[in-house]
């Protein structure tokens, strides 16, 4: 800890050199933080740092194997959940689960609702608690509202009224800007800023230097399930945390490699589906990397996965190779030698509960069959080569990919993919909600894939990936493509 780092007064929630194994994996290893009250504090590392485990810990999910915990300098076990929420602690997830049938009220009271004569729920008394609550954060949202249908900005709110509401004095949120956009990410800052003000510890993480910059007072940097170094922000540089948390130099963050670009690869001429985008028209020719970009809404996503075929178009053309994709059919894409990294990597790209192996070789099982039968040598075999080309980070590749962290999954999603050896390569938001390593290696795997010939259209909602690492740059509008700017023109 850097000797001007620490404030006098005493932290509200305190972990000392706790310990946390699960099997033979080391999660946590001597990890320590001190949360203070009216301050922000940004916990930022590697994915597999040990970050979500040191959360768990402090929210009573896990138990530390070794280690103190203390609130208000006194030492605490918590067994549940409920303990730590009793003591005053709540975790804001990422993406927040809400009961959709209940209103806004109902999910911020639920299991406590007022109660009024005859034991019957006080409507109320609850709705006008709620707006209170509201009040305090400094957001218009009506507590009648139904949950269901609400944006993740909006939900994330719900969740934070529901914590002021259990007299929450510190809170936890765990990458809650990477499904925002600008607006709501500012909206979100202005509630954080005014729970610190009323006194309230903020834990945030994120992979997002600049939200780091701009919000917190002090930072924690883990690798390896290690404490690396907590610091004044304002004492220590982006380049400097790079560093901390990678354990060695980062030469570039995106090594994009010059490429003469060959033969148009993939056509798409008049795409249209009615009220989501319309008479969009490009190409991606061999090793060339295509960035399509614009605001979330803007139809990007919408337009991959209609090409890909996972959703119907009304009209228009698709030629891989110039062959003609029939519409809605994914195999016939497949086949054609194109593949897709979806965007939400846990719901769409892959298969929770089965083991890494099973999801690295779900696209190829017919391939690496005999007889019509999938031998566990053969497939292990393949995962295995395709894990460790991309660097992935596992135990056993027989345990569920669920158990792995967002950037090692999300490796898993592209070993699944590449291994397929496409000429067409969708990738959307390939670097979302992993770290600054990975994300070099995502760049890496993507500039060497192009290299190779194959034909790389990617959707970022991060403009320095789209700057780093398109040769062109597609600008989506409203569901229509607006420009096609060349990599030595787009600033």
């Not at 707006?131 to 609400?150: I, K």
């Amino acid at each position: 800890m850097s000797p001007h780092a620490a404030p006098t007064r005493e932290p509200v929630v305190a972990l000392h050199d706790a310990g946390k194994s699960f099997g033979a994996v080391h999660a946590l290893r001597g990890a320590r933080i001190e949360l203070y009250p009216g301050e922000s504090h940004a916990l930022v590392g590697e994915n597999g740092a040990g970050k979500s485990t040191l959360i768990k810990v402090l929210a009573g999910v896990h138990q530390p194997d070794s280690g103190r915990l203390t609130v208000d300098g006194t030492p605490v076990t918590f067994r549940t959940t409920a303990d730590a929420m009793a003591a005053g602690i709540a975790v804001i997830y990422q993406e927040p689960t809400l009961f959709p049938d209940l209103t806004v009220a109902e999910n911020i009271f639920v299991g406590r609702q007022p109660r009024g004569a005859g034991r019957a729920i006080d409507r109320r008394a609850m709705n006008a608690a709620a707006a209170e609550l509201f009040g305090r954060l400094g957001v218009a949202l009506h507590p009648d509202r139904p949950a269901r249908g609400l944006s993740i900005a909006d939900q994330q709110l719900v969740e934070i009224a529901k914590a002021l509401s259990l007299g929450a004095r510190v809170l936890i949120m765990d990458e809650p800007t990477a499904a925002l956009s600008g607006v709501e990410v500012d909206r979100l800052f202005g509630v954080v800023r005014g729970l610190r003000e009323q006194g309230a510890a903020i834990l945030f993480i994120s992979h997002r230097f600049r939200e780091v910059e701009v919000l917190c007072e002090r930072v924690t940097v883990m690798r390896d399930g290690r404490h690396v170094s907590t610091d004044l922000m304002r004492d220590v540089t982006t380049d400097e945390l790079v560093r901390r948390m990678v354990g060695r130099e980062l030469s570039a963050l995106f090594p994009k490699l010059d490429v003469e670009p060959g033969e148009v690869v993939l056509e798409v001429e008049g795409l249209t589906r009615a009220g989501v985008f319309a008479d969009v028209s490009f190409h991606v020719r061999a090793g060339e990397i295509v960035a399509l970009a614009g605001l979330v809404g803007s139809g990007r996503s919408e337009v991959v996965q209609s090409v890909f075929g996972v959703d119907p178009r009304d009209s228009g053309t698709v030629r891989v190779a110039g062959r003609v994709l029939p519409p809605h059919r994914p195999k016939a894409a497949m086949a054609a030698g194109v593949a897709l990294v979806p965007e939400d990597r846990r719901q769409q790209g892959l298969i929770l509960d089965l083991s890494i192996q099973r999801n690295i070789t779900l696209p190829r099982s017919r391939a690496l069959s005999r007889l019509g039968l999938l031998t566990g040598g053969r497939e292990r075999r393949s995962a295995r080569e395709w894990a460790q080309r991309l660097h992935t980070r596992f135990a056993r590749l027989t345990d569920p990919v669920a158990t792995l962290s967002g950037g090692n999954q999300q490796k898993v999603v592209l070993a699944k993919w590449l291994s397929t050896e496409p000429r067409v390569l969708f990738v959307d938001e390939p670097t979302r909600g992993i770290d600054v390593a990975t994300k070099a290696e995502v760049h890496r795997l993507m500039s060497e894939l192009a290299a190779r010939g194959v034909a790389v259209l990617m959707v970022s909602s991060e403009l320095p990936e789209v700057l780093g690492m398109a040769d062109r740059v597609l600008v989506m509008r409203e569901g229509r493509l607006v420009a096609d700017v060349p990599r030595s023109e787009a600033t």
